[in-house]
């Protein structure tokens, strides 16, 4: 699957509970809600906390990229694919994640919601 022009793009129905998902979202948006184990590194904040996200990382592993729609971590999956890495943008985002079920919980661990 590819969203827009050439981005390549994963479903939600296609990840493990072991893939290495980086949450791109706003601190707000986290906090209600996000997939347990994510990295969350905003959007807003990227390029000076890349070196975060290299360090945890897989080596050679795939980045799959999730914001809510799709959009934001479109645009940070280019930025990771110029930059050599294998990354991949979440089609449909958090929003999806949660409508297949997948588990969402708050900054405290509690069950969250997607906002």
């Known amino acids: 699957m590819h969203f827009g022009s050439g981005v390549p793009t994963v479903g939600v129905d296609a990840l493990s509970s072991d893939d290495f998902l980086l949450d791109v979202r706003e601190s ?15 959007m807003s904040d990227f390029v000076a906390r890349f070196g975060e996200l290299t360090e945890k990382a897989p080596d050679g592993g795939r980045i799959n990229v999730i914001c809510r729609s799709g959009g934001r971590s479109a645009q940070v999956t280019t930025y990771l694919v110029q930059q050599g890495l294998d990354a991949v943008n979440v089609d449909g985002g958090m929003q999806v994640w949660e409508a297949a079920g997948r588990p969402v919980v708050d900054g405290n661990g509690a069950p969250g919601t997607v906002i």
């Open 28 to 42: 707000d948006e986290w906090a209600a809600g996000h997939a347990e184990g994510a990295l969350h590194i905003p």
